[in-house]
């Protein structure tokens, strides 16, 4: 268990601006993470090992992405507890993101509300952060998220996921296609059927040479979003399958504002995520199940709070779970309970 309570932090971390207090935390985690005091934050690992998409995941508690999205912080949040971690997502280009203010807090609802834009500092930095980071090295597995630069027309989209897929290749254990944020243009059109069927073929054509030029095949998953009925759910799975995408993540943000009305920036522009998320990313999370069938990596995100949010997405169908939103209302603790509570209901299975 870490040694400092994240009770003891959080109230001066909300009492800041919240995109403020998350640029703090992470410049913090980055000037700490290869000092003896990261032993602040730090948990004792819980192994529970799965096998999934050819790799071995050793425990099943993940970070989702866009919490670290230059890859800064990689070794810190691996400290607590962490079987993988996700960054990015990256684009081929920095770019500043949306204008601010662009982050919210909905601490009644325990929810966050970003319309962040994908702002990070390019392709090229993002890989120069995850060559210093030491997290692989300790048998842990390392996400790398990628999408396209907000400039770039989305009739072109798909030269900037070939990029990002090339540049961070070699680097990943997995490699993450993000196609359903909210938050930069047009994006979620490449979800529809043309779209995506063109999309996913082009990056499996890409991955092949890659494989084929580094000696291994890195798993490609595709991320989507929670605002799907059950029949784009179901072309979602059938192209996955058609085109060999190695798993899928279940889900992004949402949209939609039903379990928020009437809070304090309820109907901010942006995708919404934690609590609220819940029970929309578990339906999409069983559809997805129920359509590919048992066997299909499913990595289930979305609105996990405590460790029975954490388990409702394994009844639900996901096989692996990631959080981020809880992570900013629980703290460090949270990835320990959740990573303890996974370990007894396989001893108890």
């Known amino acids: 268990m870490s040694l400092l309570p994240y009770a003891l932090t959080r109230p001066f971390l909300f009492g800041m601006d919240p995109e403020a207090a998350h640029e703090l935390t992470l410049e913090t985690l980055a000037r700490l993470q290869g000092s003896p005091l990261r032993w602040a934050w730090a948990n004792r690992f819980v192994p529970d090992p799965i096998e999934l998409a050819g790799l071995r995941f050793p425990n099943r508690i993940g970070l989702a992405a866009g919490l670290d999205k230059n890859a800064r912080c990689i070794d810190a949040l691996g400290a607590m507890g962490f079987g993988f971690v996700e960054v990015g997502t990256v684009t081929p280009r ?78 990943a254990d997995y490699v993450t296609v993000n196609i359903s944020s909210p938050n930069t243009k047009n994006l979620r059109a490449l979800q529809s059927d043309e779209a995506l069927d063109a999309l996913l073929g082009a990056l499996a054509a890409r991955r ?68 609220p998320l819940l029970e929309a990313s578990n339906r999409v999370i069983a559809q997805l199940r129920a359509a590919l069938g048992g066997g299909y990596p499913i990595v289930g995100v979305g609105g996990v709070l405590s460790a029975d949010d954490a388990l409702a997405k394994l009844r639900a169908g996901a096989d692996v779970v990631q959080i981020y939103t809880g992570l900013i209302y629980r703290g460090p603790a949270l990835v320990d309970q959740i990573a303890k509570a996974f370990a007894r209901d396989r001893v108890n299975a």
Request: hydrophobic share 40%; no cysteine.
């Open 94 to 171: 920095p770019q500043p993101g949306n204008p601010k203010p662009r982050l919210f807090r909905l601490r009644e609802a325990d929810a966050l509300i970003n319309r962040l834009g994908f702002n990070n500092d390019g392709l090229e930095a993002f890989v120069a952060n995850v060559q210093r980071s030491r997290f692989r090295a300790q048998g842990r597995l390392l996400g790398l998220n990628i999408g396209k630069n907000a400039a770039t027309p989305i009739e072109e989209a798909t030269s900037d996921y070939l990029s990002g897929l090339a540049g961070v290749y070699p680097h």
């Open 208 to 275: 092949e040479q890659l494989a084929g030029e580094h000696g291994r095949r890195v798993p490609l998953f595709v991320k989507i979003a929670p605002d799907l009925d059950e029949a784009q759910v179901d072309v979602i799975a059938a192209t996955l399958r058609r085109h060999g995408m190695d798993g899928v993540i279940a889900t992004n943000t949402t949209i939609g504002r039903d379990k928020v009305q009437g809070l304090a920036h309820a109907q901010e522009t942006g995708g919404l995520s934690g609590a």
